[in-house]
């Protein structure tokens, strides 16, 4: 029963924290966005200040998915610093409650909002990022041709080799590819790359298993040049991974990224970044729990032994070295110098452990 009511009590008391720390981390982020949006198209077009809080509200959920590992840094500091202060872990901890028991609550709350925060609010910030690049757009008058990109390169992987295809314009709405070009490599016995042939072709438009190919040359060594009016070539491409390859990987949703990384993968594209961003998603439990716990480390401190602020001052900071590390690893996992599941899952883990550590040293001596 006294369980009961301390993990009701606990998280009650966690969730005002958080609610205090998320409102005045919101409406930081707000007030910038909205100065920056101000400053970078009201100053340009004549825009109301209601447009520009739009933009601003849609880019929200976004900047919420950002900065909650910090809302959950300084909401669990802000409820158990207050805590601490008024002297309640002490009655908690002499009534013979653990420090595992009190952060029972904290804790599988973390782990609840990083799953929240992938499943729910992560496919909310997409599309609102989405939005947000065509409401600007529009206010700009930005005149975009639907569907068309900038020249592209792609490299698709076979059985005996591999083709590069380059192309001036990728034109989503009739998936085609403008002015594209095929150039055929095999691999002979050592793997050394020769080219088989080349295809420049007016259009190449991708339909199931191949590219059909419009008013085309084919080049080969050794061979005259043919003119090809209608031609097929066989391709692993299919539609999603050729036109959200080049999207960001932050705009795409939770749900959409395995697919996308399984087809581009079969295809033999780049997709490192988007396994970067599947795998943070999948350690957000865990980076929140991390936050938690960095926060838990800074504040079980008895605030009657002295020190309890400036504990509390070194989780903040541990939680902005945790924050870092993770960057500079994220930077390293898209340049593929580190596999993107060690890039995404190595510094919420290697934090947690050096809070749990530092917990368990602090309760069980």
């Known amino acids: 029963m006294i369980g009961g009511r301390l993990n009701r009590y606990m998280m009650t008391q966690t969730l005002t924290g958080l609610g205090l720390a998320a409102l005045t981390i919101s409406t930081v982020i707000i007030l910038v966005d909205f100065v920056e949006q101000s400053r970078a198209i009201g100053t340009r077009v004549d825009a109301s200040t209601l447009d520009l809080l739009s933009l601003t509200l849609l880019k929200t959920p976004a900047l919420l998915e950002t900065t909650l590992p910090f809302i959950f840094l300084f909401g669990i500091l802000t409820s158990l610093f207050r805590l601490n202060r008024r002297s309640e872990l002490i009655v908690m901890r002499a009534s013979g409650m653990s420090a595992w028991r009190i952060l029972t609550a904290p804790m599988l709350l973390a782990i609840c ?9 992560n496919p909310l ?8 690049q065509n409401r600007r757009d529009q206010l700009m008058n930005v005149q975009r041709a639907t569907g068309v990109e900038e020249p592209i390169w792609l490299r698709e992987t076979s059985e ?23 150039y055929i490599f095999t691999l002979d016995e050592n793997g050394v790359p020769n080219l088989d042939r080349r295809i420049d072709a007016a259009q190449a438009r991708l339909s199931d298993g191949f590219w059909q190919i419009i008013d085309a040359v084919e080049r080969s060594p050794n061979a005259p040049t043919r003119t090809l009016q209608e031609e097929t070539l066989p391709t692993q491409i299919n539609r999603q991974a050729l036109f959200e390859r080049s999207r960001s990987p932050e705009g795409v949703s939770f ?28 350690a957000l439990p865990l980076t929140l729990l991390a936050a938690t716990l960095i926060a838990a480390a800074a504040t079980l401190r008895l605030h009657r032994l002295g020190g309890a602020a400036a504990f509390a001052l070194a989780g903040g900071l541990a939680g902005f070295v945790m924050f870092f590390l993770q960057e500079l690893l994220g930077s390293m996992g898209t340049t593929g110098a ?14 947690a452990l050096i809070a749990l550590t530092y917990i368990a040293s602090t309760e069980d001596g």
Do not use: K
């Open 125 to 132: 910030a997409a599309m609102g990022s989405a939005e947000f």
């Open 113 to 121: 909002a990083g799953i929240a925060g992938a499943v729910a609010l």
């Open 338 to 351: 580190l596999p993107p599941l060690t890039a995404a899952w190595a510094a919420p883990a290697l934090t």
């Open 255 to 282: 749900w959409d990224l395995p697919q996308l990384i399984s087809s581009a993968r079969e295809a033999g594209l780049a997709t490192e970044r988007y396994e970067l961003r599947w795998h943070s998603l999948l």
């Open 160 to 182: 005996d080799g591999f083709t590069v295809i380059a192309a001036t314009a990728l034109q989503e709405n009739r998936q085609e590819l403008m002015d594209p070009t095929f």
